[in-house]
């Protein structure tokens, strides 16, 4: 049965400091990974897919990466802004998303 | 384009009600799935319909039906509500079911309340 789990459950940085968000799930056999942005109370906002076929995908500030054979995921922001607080959440999907419980980061100005 | 809308935004419901949440998929995407999000909780699949047929159904009782429409909108019907149904629902659409490079989109989901 897939698991995915997520390290830190919460982070507060300053303003400008890169960060990492961590995933890791236990079955690789996946059709992919998928990072989201969730805002309080709000519904979920694609920021990256990365194919089981890939090891990384960039978006702005975003990067992420995937080693299906550990298991792991890695999601990097740089130079973080009070904008990106919420909570980040990945997910795995084979048919449907597995998600992991979530990283509520804050960014403090 | 048009993204993933729900109706209604927020809803109150009385335990042992029914109660029926929609969700109109993007523009061209013709898969809908509908997840149940607890507070501080990941999101939990519910089930996932694709061409009008359910395609996948996660660990929820019978309770828990759905419908999707020739135009693939779709619904969520629950009945005989529990106070533990009381989540945010959350509905996305995508193109292709089997496809590794189809993200799902979002809608921003229906806050139900049971008291």
């Known amino acids: 049965k897939q698991e995915v789990t997520q390290i830190p459950a919460a982070l507060s940085v300053p303003e400008g400091e890169n960060l990492v968000l961590n995933c890791s799930f236990t079955?690789?056999?996946?059709?992919?990974l998928q990072w989201f942005r969730q805002d309080p109370g709000k519904g979920l906002t694609s920021l990256l897919l990365i194919q089981s076929s890939q090891r990384e995908q960039t978006s702005g500030r975003l990067n992420a990466s995937l080693d299906k054979s550990s298991g792991r995921s890695t999601l990097y922001i740089a130079a973080s802004q009070p904008g990106d607080s919420a909570t980040y959440l990945c997910a795995v999907q084979d048919r449907k998303l597995i998600w992991g419980l979530g990283t509520s980061l804050a960014v403090n100005p | 384009e048009t993204g993933v809308t729900q109706s209604p935004t927020h809803l109150i419901k009385t335990r042992g009600q029914q109660v029926t949440l929609r969700c109109s998929s993007q523009?061209?995407?013709?898969?809908v799935s509908w997840y149940q999000q607890a507070l501080g909780q990941g999101p939990q699949f519910i089930f996932q319909y694709y061409r009008e047929e359910e395609n996948g159904r996660g660990n929820f009782p019978p309770r828990f039906s759905g419908l999707q429409f020739p135009n693939y909108s779709s619904e969520l019907n629950v009945n005989a509500l529990e106070l533990d149904d009381s989540a945010l629902y959350l509905c996305?659409?995508?193109?292709?079911?089997?496809?590794?490079?189809?993200?799902?989109?979002f809608g921003n989901g229906t806050r139900l309340t049971v008291t």
């Open positions: 523009s061209g995407h013709n898969t």
């Open positions: 996305a659409s995508s193109l292709d079911p089997g496809s590794n490079n189809s993200p799902l989109h």
């Open positions: 079955d690789s056999a996946i059709y992919n």
